[in-house]
Structures are given as structure tokens and as C-alpha cells.
């Protein structure tokens, strides 16, 4: 079929676009099937140039196997056929990813998951948050999480706030995502589905690749990959990734260092790994910034330093052994160390006092700010100084866990049947320190420190040092059978039962002392139905719940609200979360003239109960506390359609999220809107802020020659209420659309050139927006003028060009 064909074939597997034919698992035939062009290619991740299968050859459709359970090993034995999954499946692989160009994992989800949306709440693109129809897997301490994230089997969310840290996943070294909806098999925080990220090894990519790309706002990156595989028993695969970037904001740079790699041996159907992954990363998160200084600067910031420094260190061993032929017992042992240190410049609640303003007082005129000996602070600040604070905390988890599951093939009762039976356990240990340093802001809005550090401050609000030792045991048992009634029809049922233990011991004091525990079992039923070979039908009905985390345990009290993932103060106990699941749809495939059509339609309904929101104090701006809000509801429609054809490949996809709130309340807010008491009254029917509504994705793939590769992908994402309105009364965050182009040109088998283009028209958008209080600084970009605007955004990044080099050996 010669050069062109090779390249149609790469580029088609980048334009999967998340349909269940796309994916990730496949039946052991020694090469990695493409299923939309229907040919065949050489092992995941090959280098093409040298492939140890030149010859590609078109054949039957393969089977593919979607995973049911969060298990260590990638094979047709982990999961079920894509037709037999009774929920909507969205499966990323390796050349989706390199087809953004991105080492960043969440562009390549938005861009071929339809129901994704990112947004840069933390201000910086390797942190952002992963909204998924409506719940959210976010970086940000604070945000309540509603997905579960998993790497080659290990559950990711970090202990202390559940929050998922995408920069530490190298995407060199992924084979693929699967976004998993409806199966409480995944575990706690499974709420909206669970992200299941597969990691290659020595067996399914050989080969050598160096990438190395540059261009706007001083990104270089480059990454280089290596895999081997010894004889028949023995293999090795080793990734190593380095970025930096300046940011097209002030003080946004970003430094990005990761490795993973794996040593693998199989025989006779069993397979045995270890692999190893570090990461060192460094970031200025400069966050949201008043609209009133965009308007001036675009890459304007708000009170800093902001910055992040996250590391992480782990080491996996899993193993899979044919036990029987019918019986496969999979395992997996993990130890992961993760260490985040961050800094945040904030305006502050400490002022002179009024009747001896060579003292400080907190929150008012009146209240002594004491230092960290219990004794009211003296005012060492000129009289004009504009008060600020840098707030610095630690984060240091170990985490440890097992896993086993057995599956079984036997027939029952004379029909295919599978059933899988797994548990689960996990322990870890959080040390968590926050502290608050007084300074002073510039006219830059740039906090420089005092060397001055608040103690226990404030009355009846109040805050302090925060010395914590947190401790999670998390225990899951589950079972899942799939039973086929006919040919066409299959049943799939199960449950899994969680239990949350989780420990906080005070080691300041004795207020944030506490043990919660937290348990569950959680159903699943559901069936498909192939109407023709061509189309199936699904339905299925599941629940999950969330555990509250440390952080949300230690910070609850309205009374007592804390600078999130800051001051920590005793609490009242939050209840877990339950989501209740019901989703159908169709999905199909058919061989047209012009070539291959899939396509996928479905909707869901996700009803949570106790759900849990972070709340803005009325009384401390900057401050806030976790409450259970009552009932929420996320239910919408998803679509996509793909068409793949030898030199042309198109996609398009829709997706609908309708997020409201279902009961009555009243919660403290920063909205202009809010009361004299700075509260906002939630009715039944307000629309939960930062969900966009609609999302719409487009994109082409062109082969103008054998050698030369054009395409381009357009996103538009509908108007969202700000963070703070939950009363649903402020405009709306406007709705933005974003275009980008690349080409690539294979000079010959070992290299390749490309670009690309993000951004084409320069469009000026927002993708988060919060509140502020404008009467905290004044306006300094106007002359020192008070700003009247308190909407607070996340700008996106403006037009980037970027051209890289990549080698294949």
C-alpha cells in the first residue's frame, strides 16, 4: 500500500475521537489494529519508518476490549467487547495525543471526548480543571471532585483532597485513556465516570523516537521514548519528557520534568511488570485576574507570587496469570510519594488597629492579630502600606495499596458468560502544614514578605498555623458478570462496596482531631442489544459515591472558614456523597462508498444527594467552607460522528450538560448580587455555575500527498455562570470558539517535520470566572481608582505558533 497509506493510517487512529472502535485494548495478534481504517499496524506506538510488520494488510474488524475494573495489566482478559459495555465508552490512544502536539494530557481529552471541557481555574495550562458532564477532576485544592482517575491500575487522586495532579502523567508514555461512565467498579469518586490511563511497555511499542518542539511564549519541549523487546519473554520501554514554557502572563513559567519506565517479562499467557515514574515540576499559577486589569493587559495578574512545585515518585508491580484456561488472576502492588509546596500572595485581613494603630488587628479595628507566640503582633508597616499576605502550605503523602482480581470465562448455562470479582486496598499518610505571612502589596500587586507570621488570629472568625497528619484506608470489594441471553443481547450486573476510614490528628492543638468512616455498596445493572452488526443499543442504571476528604472534613464550619487548603479549624462532619446513574444510547458503524461512518448518540441523568460545594464566607473574602448543598442533577444528550476515508478523515461531535440545583439554600457568596449579609438564595432550578452547556467539536485530517499532512480542529463552548452566582442573577461568562491548524511533512522514514498554529484569530476568551472583592486593592493600572468591576477571569492563551522535528529509529 506503500508510503501514503502508512500515513493515512497514522493519522486516523489521532481522529478516533473517542469512539468505542478507537480503542485501547485488542485481541493478542501481535500487531495494533486500527480498527476505523480497517488495516492492520504494527504494535501501539511502533516507530513508523521500520516497522517489524511493513506489510499492512486489510481484514476483518477486530474485537475490542473495554476495561471494566481499574486493573494493572492492558489485555482482552481485563475487559469486555466494546459492544457488551451498557454505558458510553470514550477511548483516547497514543496518536490521538501526538496529534495535539501537547505534553498535556487534558488537551488531547477535550479535543476527542465530547462531553470534556478544560478550564484554567489555577491560570496556568498544565493545571487545569477536567469538567466531564458536569463533575470535575481538578488540581485546585478546594474543588470538590466527582471523577476517579487511574494510571496503570493505581488510583491517582491524592489522598488529602482527592485532587488529580494531570502534570505528573507523562503523555509520551500513555497508550490510552478510556473514560469509563456508569460502573461503580471504579470506587470512591466515581461519581460522573473515572479516567483509566494506560502506560505502554516494551511489548507493545519497539523502537527509538526523539521529539523535539518549539515556539511562542518561549515553549521548548522535547521528549524521547525507547522500547525493546528481548526474545519472546523479555521487554523494557523507558520515557523521558522536559518542558519549559514563560507563560504569556506575568509570572506564569512553567518547568516540567518527567520519567516513567517498565521492565516486563511474559510466558505462556502470563505477564509480569515493574515500572517507576518521577516527576518535577515547577509552575507559576497566576489564577483569575479583575476584568478591569485584562482589559488593560491580557496577561495581567492578581496579587502574587502564586506557585507550585509538585514531585512525585512510585514504583508499580503488577502481574496476570492464566490460572486455568478459563481462570485469569491479575495483581498489583504500589508505593507512590507525592510532595506539593505552594505559595499564594493574598490581600489580607489584617489591618492597624483603630484605637492604637501601632498594633494589628484581624477582620476589623478591634481584634488582636497575634503572632505565632499568641502575642498581638506590632505594626512594623508604614501608614500608607497596602497589607497583603503570602500564604505558603505543604503537602507531603505516601501512599501504599493492593489489588487482585479473578475473572472467569466458563459458559453458564451454555451461553458466554464473564464474571470478575476484585478488591482493593489503600492506605496513606498526609502531612499538611499552611502558615501566613504578613507583607505588603505593590503596585504590581506582588506581595513581598514581612518575615512576620500570624498565629491564632481573629473572633469570632478566626485563623491560625495548621500542623496536620491525616490518614486514609480505603477498601473496596466488587463483582461483575456479563451474561449473553442470545448472540445480540448481554446483561451486565454487579455492585462494589467501599469503605472510607479517615483520620486527622491535630498536631498544633486538638480542634481538627476527628475519625469519620464511610461506607457504601453501589449496583450496577444494565444490557446491550445488537439490533444489526452495524448497531447496538445500551442502557444501564449505576450508583457511586464520594467519601468527604481530609481537607473537606477539616474545613466545614461557617463559622470557622478557611483560605482553601490553608487554615484548616475543627468541623462539623459532612456526609458522603451518593450519585445515582441512568444513561442509553445507540452506537454504530457502517461501510459507506466514501468511506468508514461511526457514530454515537446517548443520553444520562446523574442525580447526586448530600453533594458538597465549596462556599465563599460572607465575612472573610478569600475565605471559605465545604457544605453539603442537598440534591444536585447533571443530565444531558452526547453525539459524534466520524468519517474516514484513505486520504480524508473528519469529526464532529456535540455534547449537552444541563447542571441544577435541586432544593433550596442560602450560602455565603462574593456575587455583586449577594445580600447586606453576603449571601445568595439557591432556588430549585439554578443552574451550578462553571458548567457550560453546550460543547461542540470539529476537526479534519487531509492527505494533500504521501507526504504531506494538513489538518484543523475547532471547539466552541457555550456561556457559563461565575463561580459564586449560585443564584444564578450576573451575566454570564461569555461563550467562546477557538481554532487551530497543523501540518506535518515526512521527509523521509526516520524524520518528519510539523507545526502548528493554535488559536488562529486571536480570540480574546475566558474559560473560568469568579468574584472578587474590589474593594480589597486599589486599581492600579488607573491610577490607584477603585475597581468597579468584580467579575475576576482566567484568560485564555492568545495566538501561538510552534514547529518541531521528530525522529523515528
Keep these: 500500500m506503500g508510503v501514503r497509506a502508512l500515513l493515512i493510517a497514522s493519522i486516523s487512529t489521532g481522529l478516533a475521537f473517542g469512539s468505542e472502535s478507537s480503542l485501547a485494548q485488542e485481541e493478542p495478534t501481535g500487531v495494533h489494529t486500527l480498527p476505523p481504517v480497517e488495516v492492520s499496524a504494527p504494535a501501539d506506538g511502533v516507530k513508523r519508518g521500520r516497522s517489524t510488520n511493513a506489510t499492512r494488510v486489510a481484514r476483518a474488524r477486530p474485537k475490542v476490549y473495554i476495561p471494566t475494573a481499574p486493573t494493572a495489566t492492558a489485555s482482552p482478559t481485563s475487559g469486555v467487547e466494546a459492544d457488551k459495555v451498557p454505558a458510553s465508552v470514550n477511548v483516547v490512544d497514543d496518536k490521538q495525543i501526538e496529534r495535539t502536539g501537547s505534553m498535556n494530557i487534558t488537551d488531547a481529552l477535550q479535543q476527542n471526548v465530547p462531553g470534556i471541557s478544560i478550564s484554567e481555574v489555577a491560570g496556568n495550562p498544565f493545571q487545569p480543571n477536567v469538567e466531564f458532564r458536569g463533575f470535575v477532576a481538578s488540581p485546585v485544592a478546594g474543588t470538590p471532585q466527582g ?6 491500575g493505581v488510583r491517582i487522586n491524592e489522598a488529602f483532597g482527592d485532587t488529580v495532579n494531570w502534570d505528573l502523567i507523562p503523555t509520551a508514555a500513555i497508550k490510552s485513556i478510556a473514560v469509563v461512565t456508569n460502573n461503580p467498579a471504579f470506587g470512591l469518586n466515581a461519581l460522573g465516570g473515572a479516567v483509566n490511563v494506560q502506560m505502554k511497555d516494551g511489548f507493545n511499542y519497539q523502537g527509538a523516537e526523539i521529539n523535539t518542539m518549539g515556539g511562542s511564549f518561549g515553549r521548548m519541549q522535547s521528549s524521547a521514548q525507547w522500547g525493546k523487546q528481548i526474545d519472546n519473554n523479555y521487554a523494557v520501554y523507558g520515557a523521558l519528557e522536559g518542558l519549559h514554557d514563560n507563560g504569556f502572563r506575568n509570572f506564569s513559567a512553567s518547568d516540567v520534568r518527567r520519567f516513567y519506565g517498565d521492565v516486563a517479562y511474559r510466558n505462556d499467557g502470563n505477564e509480569f511488570h515493574l515500572n517507576i515514574g518521577l516527576a518535577d515540576n515547577k509552575f507559576g499559577a497566576s489564577a483569575t485576574a479583575p476584568n478591569e486589569l485584562l482589559q488593560q493587559y491580557w496577561g495581567a495578574t492578581y496579587t502574587t507570587p502564586q506557585t507550585t512545585a509538585n514531585q512525585v515518585g512510585y514504583v508499580n508491580l503488577t502481574g496476570k496469570v492464566e490460572a486455568t484456561p478459563s481462570w485469569t488472576i491479575e495483581g498489583g502492588a504500589h508505593l507512590r510519594f507525592f510532595s506539593q509546596k505552594a505559595m499564594d500572595g493574598n490581600p489580607t485581613g489584617t489591618q492597624p488597629c483603630g484605637a492604637d494603630p501601632t498594633l494589628l488587628c484581624f477582620n476589623n479595628d478591634t481584634t488582636p492579630a497575634n503572632g505565632l507566640n499568641g502575642v498581638q503582633l506590632a505594626n512594623p508597616f508604614a501608614s500608607d502600606a497596602l497589607l497583603g499576605e503570602i500564604d505558603r502550605t505543604t503537602t507531603r503523602t505516601t501512599t501504599a495499596g493492593l489489588s487482585l482480581q479473578a475473572t472467569n470465562s466458563d459458559q453458564l448455562f451454555g451461553h458466554d458468560n464473564r464474571f470478575t470479582v476484585g478488591a482493593s486496598y489503600d492506605t496513606s499518610v498526609t502531612y499538611f502544614t499552611a502558615s501566613a505571612e504578613l507583607g505588603t502589596i505593590g503596585s504590581n500587586y506582588v506581595v513581598s514578605g ?88 445500551y ?31 475543627s468541623d462539623p462532619p459532612l ?25 454515537k448518540l446517548g443520553g444520562f441523568r446523574a442525580t447526586n444527594t448530600d453533594d458538597i460545594l465549596a462556599i465563599p464566607s460572607p465575612v472573610l473574602q478569600g475565605f471559605g467552607y465545604f457544605q453539603n448543598v442537598g440534591s444536585t442533577r447533571r443530565q444531558g444528550i452526547e453525539a459524534e460522528v466520524n468519517l474516514k476515508s484513505s486520504a480524508l478523515q473528519l469529526y464532529a461531535s456535540y455534547a449537552f450538560v444541563d447542571a441544577r440545583f435541586l432544593d433550596a439554600l442560602e450560602v455565603g457568596s462574593n456575587s455583586p448580587f449577594a445580600d447586606a449579609a453576603g449571601h445568595v438564595q439557591i432556588l430549585p432550578g439554578n443552574q451550578i455555575p462553571a458548567i457550560p452547556r453546550h460543547r461542540v467539536k470539529l476537526g479534519i485530517d487531509y492527505a494533500v500527498t504521501d507526504a504531506l499532512k494538513v489538518g484543523g480542529d475547532a471547539l466552541f463552548v457555550s456561556s457559563q455562570y461565575f463561580v459564586g452566582d449560585d443564584s444564578n442573577q450576573a451575566q454570564k461568562l461569555s461563550s467562546y470558539a477557538v481554532f487551530n491548524a497543523h501540518a506535518s511533512y515526512q521527509i523521509n522514514k526516520t524524520f518528519q517535520i510539523y507545526g502548528r498554529v493554535d488559536n488562529i484569530f486571536d480570540n480574546r476568551y475566558a474559560t473560568y470566572g469568579t468574584f472578587f472583592d474590589t474593594t480589597a486593592t486599589p486599581n492600579f493600572a488607573n491610577g490607584g481608582a477603585p475597581f468597579t468591576d468584580a467579575r475576576s477571569l482566567s484568560p485564555a492563551r492568545p495566538r501561538a505558533f510552534y514547529a518541531g522535528l521528530r525522529a523515528t529509529f
Design 575 to 599: 456526609k458522603q456523597v451518593v450519585s445515582r446513574t441512568i444513561e442509553a444510547g445507540l452506537r454504530g458503524t457502517r461501510e459507506l462508498n466514501i468511506g468508514t461512518l461511526g457514530w
Design 147 to 152: 471523577l476517579a482517575v487511574y494510571q496503570n
Design 539 to 569: 442502557a444501564g442504571y449505576s450508583e457511586a459515591n464520594r467519601a468527604p476528604t481530609p481537607l473537606e472534613l477539616g474545613c466545614a464550619d461557617p463559622a470557622h472558614p478557611c483560605i482553601i487548603a490553608a487554615f484548616l479549624v
Design 450 to 537: 514581612s518575615g512576620l507570621f500570624l498565629g491564632q488570629s481573629g473572633d469570632p472568625v478566626s485563623i491560625g498555623p495548621v500542623s496536620l497528619r491525616t490518614t486514609n484506608q480505603y477498601t473496596g470489594l466488587y463483582a461483575l458478570d456479563t451474561f449473553d441471553v442470545t448472540n445480540a443481547f448481554s446483561i451486565t450486573a454487579g455492585g462494589r462496596f467501599n469503605l472510607a476510614q479517615i483520620s486527622l490528628q491535630d498536631q498544633i492543638g486538638t480542634s481538627l482531631n476527628g475519625n469519620e468512616t464511610f461506607n457504601r455498596f453501589n449496583p450496577i445493572i444494565g444490557g446491550t442489544y445488537k439490533i444489526t452488526p452495524e448497531l447496538t443499543a
